[in-house]
C-alpha cells in the first residue's frame, strides 16, 4: 500500500523510467545506513513478525503436516527460496523499478499503467484498471487482519510459559489493540522515533535464538538445497501441496515493502534486506526446524520454545512491541490507500487530520481508523487464536501479488520496452510460484479466508459505485453546462449588474460554466467585478511541482479560469492555491471573496447508467461525504451554497 507511516526518515528521491533514483545531495554510507535503519522499522513489520506464527501453521494448522525430519527440512527449504524468489528476486529486484515518480503501491501501479503512451491505445486497460482496485480493496483486509494476527500471536506466548494465562490472551491482546487505535488521533512522531532501533533489536534476537538452536544441529542447513523442496511434495503428495499456504505466511508482507519504497528509497530498503532482516529471518527459521528436528513436539509454538526460560517473559514483551509496530504500519497504510483513492476519484471525500507540522505523509483518518478497529476487534472475537487468523491470512495477499505482476509486465512491456522474449519468462517464473501459493490459500476460504474475499468485494463495490456516480454526474452537469463563451456573449448590450469584490466558483468543468454561476445569475441577477472560475483536478502522479500546481488564464469581462493540480498522494488546499495565485498575479481580497459551491441532491431513476441499487448506494455516499468547505480547507464564512436536483 502507499502508505505514509509516523516517524519514517524521508529522503528527497525523485523517480525516473526504469526504477533509477536521483537524490539531492551526497549519497553518502552513513545517510543509507540511517535510512536502512528507518526500513527495519516501517518497511519490515509485517515481513518482519512471520517467525512467531509461520512455521508453526506449516505444521499444526488445518492443513499442517507432520514434523518429520524429510517434512521439515522440506518447509524450510520451500521458505528459503519463497524469501529469494518473492521478495529478493521480485519485489527488490524487478517491481521496485515500477515506480511512479518514486512511488510504490498497488495504486501508484494502477496509475502508471492508466498514463497512455502517445499514439497507442489500449484495449485492455479497463481490466487493468479493475484489477488495481480490486488489488486496493483486498490491501484493506490485509490491514484488518495483520494487527489481528501479530499482536494475538505475541501475547499467545505468554500461555506457554504457563496455561494460566490462556484465559487472559483475548482480553490483553484487545487492551493492546484497544491503546494502539487511540493513539492514532495524536500521530506516530513520538514513537516513530524508535521503530527502527527496536525492529533493529528484534531482528538481533530472532538470529541469536536462531544460531543458538543451530549450532548443536548444523545439518538443517541442508534444507537450503532445492531438493528437500520437491521431495516434500513427493512423499506428501496433495497435502504437500496443501502446505503452501502456511509457507505463504513467511511473505505476506511484500506489498507493504513495495508501498513504502517512496518513503525511503530503493537502496536502503535493499541494503535492511539483505544486510539483516533475510539473514535473521533465515537463521530464525533455520533455528526454529533444528528445533524441531530435535523435539517434533515443539511444533505447538516453535518460535517462543526456542527461547530459554529466562527469556520467555522478555521475549513475549518484545514480539508484542514488534506486533504493534506491524500493526502500526498497516494502520497507517490504509490511511494513505484510502487518501489515493480520494484522489483518484475512487472515494468520498473523507476527513483527513495532519498529524505533523513538519511531515505531509503523516496523516490520521478517524473514520477508517474506528472502522479498522471495530473490524480487528470483530476478527479477535471471532476466531479467538492466531491459528485460526492464519486460515483467513493468504488470500488476499497472494491475490494482490498475481496482480501486482500481471500490472508490472505491462509496465516493463510499455514503458520500458522490454521485449517479450525477456519480460514473459521473468512473468512466468513469478506467476507460477504465486499461483501455488493462491492456489494453496484458495483451500483455506472456508476455514475463514471468506472474510477478506468478502470485505474486499464489499470495497470494491463502493470504490467502483462512487467512480461510475461521479462520471454520471459530471456528465449530466456538463450536458446542463453552456459554453463560457456563449455565456459572455448572451450579456450583449444588457450586461448583469456588478457588485464589487470576487466571486469563486468551482467547478469540475474547465471549460463549461458552472452550474453554481447559472443559478446565481438567474436567482440574484448579479455577478461580481472578479469572476474566478476554479477547477481541482488529480493526475495519475503521486506529486505535482509546486511551480506547476496552479495556471491562471485570465478571461474577458473580468473572468479568470484557475486549474489547480495535485498529485493523488496530496491534499488539495484552497489556502494554497489562493497562495499560489497571489503569486502569479491574481490580487483579491480574502475578506471581499465568497466561495459558491454547488451542492447537488442526487435522485435515483431507471435512466441508462447503473442500477438502481448502486444509484441508492452512490446517493447514500454522496450525502455522507465530508463537505467540499471542510475538505478543500474553504474559509466557511465565506461560502454560499447553491442547490439543485440531478436524476442520475
Known amino acids: 500500500m502507499g502508505s505514509a507511516k509516523g516517524g519514517r526518515v524521508k529522503a528527497t528521491t525523485t523517480g525516473v523510467p526504469g ?28 515481513i518482519g513478525t512471520s517467525p512467531l506464527y509461520a512455521l508453526r501453521e506449516c505444521f499444526t494448522g488445518p492443513h499442517g503436516i507432520h514434523p518429520t525430519p524429510e517434512n521439515v527440512l522440506g518447509v524450510l527449504s520451500l521458505i528459503f527460496w519463497s524469501l529469494l524468489i518473492i521478495v529478493s528476486v521480485k519485489y527488490l529486484i524487478f517491481v521496485m523499478r515500477a515506480d511512479n515518480r518514486g512511488e510504490g503501491g498497488i495504486l501508484a501501479l494502477m496509475a502508471l499503467v492508466m498514463q497512455r503512451q502517445k ?59 484497544f491503546v494502539v487505535f487511540m493513539v492514532q488521533r495524536h500521530g506516530t512522531a513520538g514513537i516513530g522515533a524508535v521503530f527502527g532501533p527496536v525492529m533493529c533489536v528484534w531482528f538481533f534476537t530472532l ?47 511484500c506489498e507493504a515493502l513495495y508501498a513504502d519504497m517512496g518513503h525511503f528509497g530503493w537502496k536502503p ?61 498497516l494502520i497507517s497504510g490504509a490511511f494513505s490507500l484510502t487518501r489515493q483513492a480520494m484522489q483518484l476519484g475512487y472515494s468520498p471525500r473523507m476527513e483527513v487530520v495532519h498529524t505533523s507540522a513538519e511531515e505531509m505523509g503523516q496523516i490520521y483518518l478517524p473514520g477508517i481508523n474506528w472502522a479498522l478497529m471495530v473490524g480487528v476487534f470483530t476478527l479477535v472475537l471471532t476466531f ?14 497472494s491475490t494482490t501479488m498475481l496482480i501486482t505482476s500481471v500490472m508490472a509486465y505491462v509496465v516493463a512491456r510499455e514503458r520500458w520496452g522490454v521485449s517479450r522474449a525477456l519480460a514473459l519468462p521473468v512473468a512466468g517464473l513469478f506467476l507460477t510460484v504465486e499461483l501455488a501459493f493462491f492456489s494453496a490459500n484458495a483451500m483455506k476460504v472456508a476455514d475463514g479466508g471468506w472474510f477478506p474475499l468478502l470485505l474486499a468485494v464489499v470495497i470494491f463495490t463502493l470504490m467502483t ?53 447559472l443559478h446565481n445569475l438567474k436567482h440574484n441577477k448579479v455577478l461580481h467585478e472578479q469572476v474566478v472560475l476554479l477547477t481541482m483536478q488529480t493526475q495519475d502522479v503521486p506529486h505535482v511541482p509546486a511551480e506547476e500546481r496552479v495556471e491562471v488564464e485570465p478571461l474577458e469581462q473580468g473572468f479568470v479560469r484557475v486549474v489547480a493540480t495535485y498529485g493523488f498522494t496530496e491534499n488539495p488546499s484552497i489556502p494554497d492555491v489562493l497562495k499560489r495565485c ?42 455522507n461525504a465530508r463537505s467540499a468547505t471542510a475538505y478543500f480547507r474553504i474559509p466557511p464564512n465565506r461560502v454560499v451554497e447553491l442547490g439543485s436536483q440531478v436524476e442520475l
Open 207 to 253: 538470529a541469536a535464538l536462531g544460531v543458538k538452536e543451530l549450532v548443536h544441529n548444523p545439518a538443517v542447513l541442508g534444507a537450503l538445497s532445492p531438493v528437500h523442496g520437491v521431495m516434500l511434495f513427493v512423499h506428501n503428495g496433495w497435502h504437500g501441496f496443501l502446505v503452501m499456504g502456511g509457507v505463504f505466511l513467511v511473505v505476506t508482507g
Open 269 to 329: 530498503i535493499r541494503w535492511a534486506w539483505f544486510g539483516a532482516v533475510l539473514p535473521a529471518l533465515m537463521l530464525n527459521y533455520l533455528g526454529q526446524g533444528a528445533l524441531l528436528l530435535r523435539d517434533a513436539s515443539a511444533a505447538r509454538n516453535p518460535f517462543y520454545l526456542l527461547a530459554p526460560s529466562w527469556m520467555l517473559y522478555p521475549l513475549v514483551l518484545l514480539s508484542a512491541v514488534a506486533g504493534v509496530i506491524a500493526s502500526q504500519a
Open 582 to 623: 497571489r503569486e502569479k498575479g491574481l490580487q483579491f481580497q480574502l475578506m471581499g471573496t465568497s466561495f459558491f459551491l454547488g451542492r447537488e441532491t442526487l435522485i435515483p431513476s431507471k435512466k441508462p447508467g447503473m442500477a438502481m441499487w448502486r444509484e441508492a448506494l452512490f446517493s447514500w455516499m454522496s450525502r
Open 19 to 46: 526504477g533509477e533514483e536521483i537524490r539531492e545531495g551526497p549519497d553518502t554510507f552513513k545517510r543509507t545506513a540511517l535510512l536502512a535503519l528507518g526500513a527495519l522499522g516501517i518497511v519490515y513489520g509485517d
Open 465 to 517: 459505485t462512487w467512480k461510475r456516480g461521479r462520471d454520471i454526474l459530471a456528465a449530466k452537469l456538463r450536458a446542463a453546462s453552456i459554453p463560457l463563451k456563449e455565456l459572455l456573449g448572451s450579456f450583449g448590450d444588457h450586461p448583469p449588474v456588478r457588485v464589487p469584490g470576487t466571486a469563486i466558483f468551482m467547478t469540475g468543468n474547465a471549460e463549461g460554466t458552472p452550474p453554481a454561476l
Open 384 to 397: 479467538r487464536s492466531s491459528s485460526a487468523l492464519a486460515s483467513a491470512y493468504g488470500i488476499a495477499v
Open 119 to 177: 499514439g497507442q491505445t489500449h484495449l485492455n486497460r479497463p481490466v487493468l484498471i479493475t484489477l488495481g482496485i480490486f488489488g486496493a480493496a483486498l490491501l484493506y483486509g490485509d490491514g484488518l487482519i495483520t494487527p489481528a494476527i501479530t499482536v494475538l500471536s505475541a501475547v499467545e506466548g505468554l500461555s506457554v510459559a504457563t496455561p494460566v494465562f490462556e484465559p487472559f490472551v483475548v482480553p490483553i491482546t484487545l487492551a493492546i489493540l
